[in-house]
Nanobody, 126 residues
């Protein structure tokens, strides 16, 4: 059973960089057929996909974050990291890491979130 656990500071000052780490156990972040994803949920709002890193270290980010997102990995520690630069109070949210399963069938990709961390609250405030 794969488990994901977010960690990092719960309070970040405006203009600084938010950095969170997702530690993965029970499965390797280099496993085939999985993406590793950061998702957040601001207060009173829905889930927002932020970005993904693949098992080959390829990345994809949400354009809505204006290029502020960076995801990296450390295979020796089996973890991946989110960095969000130039944060504002609007970045206050519960941040989740999650695993996405994907597979190509009949020339179309099939995907689903199959594992989530418990989430960590991050507040941006001076």
């Amino acid at each position: 059973q794969v488990q994901l656990q977010e960690s990092g500071p719960g309070l970040v000052k405006p203009s600084q960089t938010l950095s969170l780490t997702c530690v993965v156990s029970g499965g390797s972040i280099t496993m085939n057929s999985y993406y590793w994803t950061w998702i957040r949920q601001p207060p009173g709002k829905g889930l927002e996909w932020m970005g993904t890193i693949g098992n080959d270290a390829s990345t994809s980010y949400s354009p809505s974050l204006k290029g502020r997102t960076s995801i990296s990995r450390d295979t020796s520690k089996n973890q991946f990291t989110l960095q969000l630069t130039s944060v504002t109070p609007e970045d206050t949210a519960v941040y989740y890491c999650a695993r996405v399963f994907y597979d190509w069938r009949d020339f179309a990709v099939v995907w689903r979130y199959d594992s989530w961390g418990q989430g960590t609250q991050v507040t941006v405030s001076s």
